[in-house]
């Protein structure tokens, strides 16, 4: 009778010690979910002025500030992240080895990270952040590749898998498709308009162009150096006019073609100047037409007209706000902002076109 009376009063205890940490697990979600209504986004950095280029011309970029994990938005993972952190010490989930990004009107950005591997999705509106809840060895192996489409979906370039994989705004797997067609697949663009999914295959040296619910439509481009071959091309956007732009890296140089791959236009060259390319990676356009482009190797983003005049270099070798190392992929949002991929700073780069393109 003593011993069970001592363990009924043994469970007794250990349920209220529960009650009492889970109580305070929720204090501590309450009180950060309170604070984080009022407080400026880590992300932004209004007291770091930096603009291109530099007084007495008009600036033209700004330096905004960046995103390194889910800290960056004062973002909470809820109940369950906070007893944890409260049982195991916090615990942040960092970007690794950022290398491609898509930002929707809704204000969610998707960033695509080989280096875990998994897709980090930063709700910008509702200062969210979450991961796809999936195992990675089932789907996803090296993601380099992203796009998003106005129905709610994301297509991602896995250049091991060597296909192209789809989820929900919420990370879940939807489809995949391309196995057939694409060896490794690396720079994706969505064509809203026509309803094209433009796809770079890296060692195929060419594009191939789907619709969005996979079916292949053709395939354009091979290895060479004449106008509409390739030799190892990496990333690739769509124009809103329907042009497509594809940096054709170790051509040190980019192609621009229509909607059906037929080739316009074509420039750059390899130098360690202005205007010229050393490793030509991610490639974006602002509303006004200009072409961004990044170099890895400078370390730097220039922007063109479509002509290849070169209007601007904006960004500098190092670790510190407005610098890069090793950047990778851009993106240009409806607003003008610009994110930019700083694969080994571990961190998504944020600036703004003030006005319209230098």
């Known amino acids: 009778m003593t011993m069970l009376l001592v363990e009924i009063k043994g469970v007794t205890i250990i349920q ?5 940490l889970l109580a305070a697990a929720v204090a501590v979600v309450l009180s950060s979910c309170q604070s984080n209504r009022s407080e400026t986004l880590r992300w932004n950095v209004s007291d770091v002025d930096l603009v291109w280029p530099l007084p007495p011309d008009l600036p033209r970029i700004q330096y905004v500030g960046q995103l390194t994990s889910r800290d960056s938005l004062g973002a909470t993972g809820g109940i369950g992240q906070a007893l944890r952190a409260l049982v195991l010490g916090k615990k942040e989930t960092n970007l690794v080895k950022p290398v491609a990004l898509a930002k929707n ?49 994301v297509y991602v370039a896995d250049s091991i898998v060597g296909k192209i994989l789809v989820f929900d705004l919420k990370g879940r797997p939807l489809m995949s498709f391309g196995e057939e067609v694409l060896v490794r697949p690396t720079g994706i663009a969505l064509n809203r ?5 433009y796809v770079v295959d890296t060692i195929n040296n060419q594009v191939s162009v789907f619709d969005t619910a996979g079916k292949h439509i053709k395939s354009f481009g091979s290895r060479g150096t004449k106008p509409g071959q390739f030799n190892y091309p990496t990333y690739i956007t769509a124009l809103p006019d329907g042009r497509i732009c594809v940096s054709d890296s170790l051509n040190f140089r ?3 073609f229509d909607k059906d791959g037929s080739i316009l236009h074509q420039f750059g060259r390899a130098g360690n100047g202005a205007g010229t390319f050393s490793r030509p990676k991610g490639v974006a356009a602002d509303s006004h037409g200009a072409l961004y482009i990044v170099d890895a190797a400078f370390e730097n983003v220039q922007i063109f007209k479509d002509d290849g005049s070169l209007l601007l270099a904006f960004g500098n070798p190092g670790t510190g706000p407005g610098e890069f190392t090793l950047p990778v ?30």
């Open 105 to 153: 009107s809704a204000g969610l950005l998707v960033v695509a990270d080989p280096g875990i591997p998994t897709l980090h999705f930063f709700d910008l509106e509702n200062n969210a952040y979450w991961r796809p809840k999936i195992k990675h060895s089932e789907s996803l192996m090296s993601p380099v590749g992203i796009a998003l489409s106005d129905a709610g979906k």
């Open 329 to 358: 992929d851009i993106f240009l949002d409806s607003n003008d902002t610009i994110w930019v991929a700083d694969s080994f700073n571990q961190r998504i780069v944020v600036f703004r076109l003030l006005g319209e393109s230098p």
């Open 16 to 20: 209220r010690l529960r009650a009492v």
């Open 193 to 197: 308009a026509q309803d094209r999914l």
């Open 254 to 256: 980019v192609q621009l």
